[in-house]
């Protein structure tokens, strides 16, 4: 069974970082595509970062570029998300899954809150 446990979220003030954390287990993360995704308040979940399985090359949303980094750690088994530059409208629950997403590997999410 596939379970996808994110950590790391809070609440930081607009231009803090952090740095989200989701353990993998019922997969190996290398062996898939791996990503990022979050949901704001009244809005679709969206696609947010991408890191492929063998090359890790990486791809992320136009409105992250430059503030966001997605990584891996291939022994822990655990996909990464480094948040810098936070804005208020990057407020929302993130979660991690392969990409694209399988619907029944989504874990509990981990909820950033980005005051102004």
């Known amino acids: 069974q596939v379970q996808m446990a994110e950590s790391g979220g809070g609440v930081v003030q607009a231009g803090g970082s952090l740095r989200l954390s989701c353990a993998a287990s019922?997969?190996?993360?290398?062996?898939?595509?791996m990503g990022w995704f979050r949901q704001a308040p009244e809005k679709e979940r969206e696609f947010v970062a991408g890191?492929?399985?063998?090359?890790?090359?990486?791809n992320y949303l136009d409105s992250v570029k430059g503030r966001f980094f997605i990584s891996r750690d291939n022994v822990k088994n655990t996909v990464y998300l480094q948040m810098n530059s936070l804005k208020p409208e990057d407020t929302a629950v993130y979660y991690c899954?392969?990409?694209?997403?399988?619907?029944?590997?989504w874990g509990k999410g981990t909820l950033v809150t980005v005051s102004s």
């Open positions: 899954n392969t990409n694209p997403p399988r619907s029944n590997y």
């Open positions: 019922g997969l190996t993360v290398t062996a898939y595509r």
């Open positions: 890191i492929s399985g063998l090359s890790s090359t990486t």
